[in-house]
């Protein structure tokens, strides 16, 4: 009962999440930095990420927590600003040391380092000049990734283009909930969107251009994912048209708006009827670049949902019934969603699945004996692994589980309040703890999944 062969067994974290140091050694403001600087700022709290969990000044403790962890990857993204401080100029050789550092020190402990190139940080000066509106970001992306990849890729293979782009386009442009907090029209975040992934795959070709050893791309999405009521072919068809269904309200955040047209070259059913004029087409060109092959499909997935409707307008609180078990930022424990998720996007995306993000946000303290006695979050992901593990057992490729996350770290638009962490952050005084899901965590790693079925 263990996971196949060389199964990339991580962790994940991102910049603006974790690094702190939001204006050293030459970096530049993203829009996370001013946005949560102002004072009309929703973050609970008005917490920001200036200092975070100060990793960028903790290379060596972090990654020998890794090593405690026994962890065989770490995902960790890259800021835009503080390699290109305007994002669109002069390189700061300071910000890219800082990674290239880190790479060293995770190679150095037999971890792979696996890059995310955009986790939500976009530099202020860009966003000044239209951000994803403007048809030049795809350059001064393109631009940015070749500086990556050049310096990087001797040593990393695993590679993301974006991470949720539902998300930052859905939440930032759409919703207002997430930086810069705006609520634009359709017209405007179809064209944004279009951007994106136009971003995504001219940057996928660079990354293949100047990679210097062979490299696994791909991109970091997210998007609803449909349980069947049952497992009758009726009820699982249903699930599967729902987890790819597209609708005019929730088209943001759905898995066929981004996914679509990068593997399947189209836009996703229904898109030209609800949209018309305002969904341009592609030229054959830009199909092809959007469209460049990828190596693996990433899912980033936490809860699935009964209704997706829910999901659609009022994520994420897709409860059905009163009593079901919430983490504590109120999302459905739904295990199952592994399974069903890799199975239908291996279906019909045709890639090998990875689970770049996964976990749940629990009430954690230290407790009097020092330690962080995190049942819950052990319960949770036994139940979510041995789901995913159905689905290796009918033969689909997976390739890893990344954890979110590997330490409590600033939550967005919740602040510090939701902690998600296998370590925990003491904030006050940075003293990292290894909680109990971090060692039980060890022991999975170490039997590649097999004691996750011993009771
Ligand atoms: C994001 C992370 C975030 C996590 C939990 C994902 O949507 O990629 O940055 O912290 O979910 O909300």
Redesign the pocket.
Known sequence: MSFPKNFIWGVAG?AY?VEGAWNEDGKGPSIWDTYTHSRRSPVHHHENGDVACDSYHRIKEDVALLVEMGVKAYRFSISWPRVIPDGIGDVNPKGLSFYSELVDELIANNIEPMVTLY?WDLPQHVFDKGGWLNSDIIGWFDKYTRTVVEALSDRVTYWMTF??PQ?FIGLGYYNGSHAPFLNMSDRDVILMSHNVLLAHGTAVRTIRKYAKKTPMVAFAP?GPSVLPKDESEEAIEEARRKTFEFNDFGYILSNSWWADPIFLRKFPDGAKEFFGDDLPDFTEEEWDIVSTPLDFYGC?I?FSMKSKEDFLITAPKPLEKTGEGLTAIDWIITPEVLYWSAKFFYERYKLPIMIT?NGCAMCDWVMLDGKVHDAQRIDFTTKYLREYHRAAEENIPLLGYIH??FMDNF??GLGYDAR?GLVHVDYYTQKRTLKDSAYWYRDVIASNGESLFKD
Do not use: G, L, R, V
Request: glycine share 0%.
């Open positions: 991102a999440q986790h991470n949720e998300c997210t980033n936490y993000e979110w996350s939550e967005w998600f």
